[in-house]
């Protein structure tokens, strides 16, 4: 039931995804982060497999970091996503990563992007996109309202549009989103949008 | 003594790796370089022998980083630094992958010290002819390090240490100058130290500074030349005090 969706903006990319940790019907936290920092530029918004997740996003992240410190220069968006989809089809055909992943980035050439990638590698340079059962209720939401070059309120209001449909319209809805955006100030969290706080120990 | 200096891994008689001292002649060949450790930065500086006329002097930069938080400058065979470099640059992101935490100043050395010590106990291969300074801060402390390795794989920390070219008399003024300093004092040590053998401006040295903040930050030439012009400032202030003020006797 996990839902990750974005979309691109006018000089800005926008990422969400849902923050609950479930294994099988119990949920072990609810604000967990699965939009990780690739550089100071990009993010990486990644569902599926929870230990497959975090080691391959883990892995593209210290592989990143190490091209900019051969190279003196960070990689491209594009540059990242075709490594990301190089990884996952040399994987492929031998132990696969159950991983999909929608890669947001801002270059000082071509400004903002969006790329889908899902866990056969299959790789898609996008405006908007989306994981999960929750891209049923958010493509069709953003099919509706997106136009290219929103503004950052815009965007935003999709979003949350988006993030009502999911949260009345799944069945197991997550309570808790994330909502993170790439633009030419660098990579940062924009708004958490929770309906639950995981609770505190009782004082003693 | 023709016979003990082929292959490294024959000891010679009387206990000598033949290679790995050759290794540390072509050190002394190279360009001098200095690290001077400070209480809140740590300065590396290298000699920047005349670049040629038609040369970019900027894709030559001899002081690099291997992580955020560590650097490295080193004299000998260039070519070699290039293989250490990348072997270390890959080990600090290896080390972050598996532990989640960076390295530490004296893991990484520890490293690049084991690399070298490996290619004088294997067959058919040459020792790394470059020593290192390796500069930085450990992650989750403020306390700055300066380590330097050798052709043999042999390392330990400094408060502050010379390499290559002329290192002797460059470590003889550390030994007779050198004080606890920070900031802009230990650059000015630093390239107080490197101007006793190279020739004085900001062309033919290459200076940066790493700091718990900041990270490594590369010298302009104008900036190294403005140090370099108070140093000769004080120098003059100094020669002019002793010859000056008549005698008091």
Same mark, same amino acid.
């Given at each position: 039931m996990?839902c990750?969706f974005?979309l691109?903006?006018?000089?800005?990319?926008?990422?969400v995804?849902d923050?609950?940790?479930?294994?099988?019907?119990?949920?072990?936290?609810? =604000?967990?982060?699965?939009?990780?920092? #690739?550089?100071?530029?990009?993010?990486?918004?990644?569902?599926?497999?929870?230990?497959?997740?975090?080691?391959?996003?883990?892995?593209?992240?210290?592989?990143?970091?190490?091209?900019?410190?051969?190279?003196?220069?960070?990689?491209?968006?594009?540059?990242?996503?075709?490594?990301?989809?190089?990884?996952?089809?040399?994987?492929?055909?031998?132990?696969?990563?159950?991983?999909?992943?929608?890669?947001?980035?801002?270059?000082?050439?071509?400004?903002?992007?969006?790329?889908?990638?899902?866990?056969? $590698?299959?790789?898609?340079?996008?405006?908007k996109?989306a994981?999960g059962y929750g891209a049923y209720f958010s493509l069709s939401m953003m099919d509706r309202h997106y136009?290219?070059? *929103?503004?950052?309120?815009?965007?935003?209001d999709l979003v949350d549009k988006c993030i009502v449909e999911i949260k009345s319209r799944l069945v197991?809805a997550p309570p =808790?989103f994330?909502?993170?955006?790439?633009?030419?100030?660098?990579? /940062?969290?924009?708004?958490?949008r929770?309906s639950?706080?995981?609770?505190?120990?009782?004082?003693? | 003594?023709?016979?003990?200096?082929?292959?490294?891994?024959?000891?010679?008689?009387?206990?000598?790796?033949?290679?790995?001292?050759?290794?540390?002649?072509?050190?002394?060949?190279?360009?001098?370089?200095?690290?001077?450790?400070?209480?809140?930065?740590?300065?590396?500086?290298?000699?920047?022998?005349?670049?040629?006329?038609?040369?970019?002097?900027?894709?030559?930069?001899?002081?690099?980083?291997?992580?955020?938080?560590?650097?490295?400058? +080193?004299?000998? #065979?260039?070519?070699? @630094?290039?293989?250490?470099? =990348?072997?270390?640059?890959?080990? +600090?992101?290896?080390?972050? #992958?598996?532990?989640?935490?960076?390295?530490?100043?004296?893991?990484?050395?520890?490293?690049?010290?084991?690399?070298?010590?490996?290619?004088?106990?294997?067959?058919?291969?040459?020792?790394?002819?470059?020593?290192?300074?390796?500069?930085?801060?450990?992650?989750?402390?403020?306390?700055?390090?300066?380590?330097?390795?050798?052709?043999?794989?042999?390392?330990?920390?400094?408060?502050?240490? @010379?390499?290559?070219?002329?290192?002797?008399? *460059? /470590?003889?003024?550390?030994?007779?100058?050198?004080?606890?300093?920070?900031?802009?004092?230990?650059? !000015?040590?630093?390239?107080?130290?490197?101007?006793?053998?190279?020739?004085?401006?900001?062309? =033919?040295?290459?200076? $940066?500074? *790493?700091?718990?903040?900041?990270?490594?930050?590369?010298?302009?030439?104008?900036?190294?030349?403005? &140090?370099?012009?108070? &140093?000769? $400032?004080?120098?003059? @202030? $100094?020669?002019?005090?002793?010859?000056?003020?008549? !005698?008091?006797?």
């Amino acid at each position: 039931m996990e839902c990750v969706f974005g979309l691109v903006g006018n000089g800005f990319t926008i990422v969400v995804a849902d923050t609950s940790a479930v294994h099988s019907i119990l949920v072990h936290k609810s =604000n967990e982060d699965k939009i990780m920092k #690739l550089d100071s530029h990009k993010f990486i918004a990644a569902s599926g497999e929870p230990g497959d997740r975090v080691q391959f996003t883990e892995y593209i992240q210290k592989n990143v970091a190490l091209y900019q410190f051969r190279n003196g220069i960070p990689l491209t968006t594009a540059a990242a996503a075709n490594f990301m989809r190089g990884e996952l089809a040399t994987a492929l055909r031998k132990n696969p990563y159950s991983v999909n992943v929608l890669l947001a980035g801002y270059d000082k050439e071509t400004g903002p992007s969006l790329y889908y990638i899902d866990y056969i $590698a299959t790789l898609h340079k996008v405006d908007k996109g989306a994981f999960g059962y929750g891209a049923y209720f958010s493509l069709s939401m953003m099919d509706r309202h997106y136009h290219s070059g *929103m503004s950052v309120d815009e965007a935003i209001d999709l979003v949350d549009k988006c993030i009502v449909e999911i949260k009345s319209r799944l069945v197991v809805a997550p309570p =808790n989103f994330v909502i993170k955006i790439v633009d030419k100030d660098g990579a /940062r969290e924009y708004a958490w949008r929770e309906s639950v706080k995981d609770a505190h120990a009782p004082p003693s | 003594m023709a016979r003990y200096d082929r292959a490294i891994t024959v000891f010679s008689p009387d206990g000598h790796l033949f290679q790995v001292e050759y290794a540390l002649e072509a050190v002394r060949k190279g360009n001098a370089a200095v690290g001077v450790r400070g209480t809140d930065v740590v300065v590396l500086g290298v000699e920047k022998k005349s670049t040629a006329k038609l040369q970019d002097s900027r894709s030559l930069r001899k002081i690099v980083s291997l992580d955020d938080h560590i650097a490295l400058a +080193c004299a000998g #065979l260039k070519a070699d @630094a290039r293989v250490l470099i =990348n072997r270390a640059r890959i080990e +600090c992101q290896s080390h972050r #992958l598996t532990v989640e935490d960076p390295v530490t100043v004296e893991y990484i050395t520890r490293y690049i010290a084991g690399l070298q010590q490996k290619y004088t106990q294997s067959g058919g291969v040459r020792p790394f002819g470059l020593s290192t300074l390796i500069v930085g801060f450990d992650p989750y402390t403020s306390v700055p390090s300066l380590y330097q390795t050798d052709p043999s794989g042999t390392f330990s920390a400094w408060k502050a240490n @010379a390499t290559g070219r002329n290192s002797n008399s *460059m /470590r003889e003024f550390l030994e007779k100058n050198y004080k606890e300093t920070s900031g802009q004092e230990t650059v !000015k040590l630093a390239i107080r130290a490197l101007l006793e053998v190279v020739e004085s401006g900001g062309k =033919n040295i290459e200076i $940066a500074t *790493m700091t718990k903040e900041h990270g490594l930050h590369q010298l302009e030439e104008a900036e190294i030349d403005a &140090i370099v012009a108070e &140093i000769e $400032a004080e120098k003059a @202030a $100094a020669e002019a005090a002793k010859k000056g003020p008549p !005698k008091e006797t």
